[in-house]
């Protein structure tokens, strides 16, 4: 099948990846139009379909984008030198980059991972949490193992630290002028280990209620 229209190479594609992002992340997937995909992008219907089987094939592979990129950071961070402080704060950081270099691309994720189960595409949410806790747990679970955290298990001190980074993003979501700097994640992170540093007694002692 011949591209319908003139374009340059993965040009109308580009365009129809950045149209349903920025409706995709304001809207919902129920919410969005295959006309106002192709509407936003200039382009016509049945250049949408030479890329993409349906909206539902254009939605996948836009989130797996978005995500893969999300996921990329946080094994750069894991897999960095450095102890488990430093690591954290690497992955905190490079979240909060991805927010401020494109928010509708964390929304979208935002909105995929925490969405009720029934909106949008059948995706298997649970192995995408599972995916970026466990990456996230790994540094974790060194801290304790370095005694360099304590007061819970790897679980429900992970499952903290994502909460607020994950409150922190939702709210760049609706408050665009919300600026993540690399500062407010440093000092997020301090504030996690200040509640988490080792103690040989530790005053708390968390256990999560969930099984990843």
């Given at each position: ?96 980059e991805l927010a401020e270099q494109n928010s509708d691309s964390v929304r979208l994720i935002l909105q995929v991972l925490f ?58 979501s609706s408050r665009s002028e919300t600026r993540l700097s690399p500062e407010i994640a440093d000092g997020l992170v301090e ?22």
């Open positions: 099948m011949a591209v319908p229209e003139p374009t340059t190479t993965n040009e109308a594609e580009t365009k129809l990846l950045n149209s349903a992002l920025n409706l995709f992340s304001q809207r919902g997937y129920e919410g969005t139009s295959i006309r106002e995909i192709i509407e936003g992008a200039g382009v016509t219907r049945p250049v949408l379909y030479y890329y993409f089987e349906n909206k539902e094939d254009l939605f996948r592979r836009l989130f797996e984008t978005k995500f893969s990129e999300l996921l990329e950071r946080i094994e750069a961070a894991v897999e960095s030198e450095g102890d488990s402080v430093t690591r954290l704060k690497r992955i905190i950081s490079g979240a909060f969405s009720p189960p029934q909106q949008g595409p059948s995706l298997d949410r649970n192995r995408l949490i599972r995916q970026r806790f466990k990456l996230v747990e790994s540094v974790i679970r060194d801290g304790l193992e370095n005694k360099e955290l304590s007061g819970g298990d790897s679980q429900s001190l992970t499952l903290v630290f994502l909460g607020v980074a994950d409150m922190h993003m939702m709210a760049k504030f996690f280990v200040a509640g988490a540093k080792y103690r040989e007694v530790p005053e708390t002692r968390l256990v999560s209620p969930y099984s990843f």
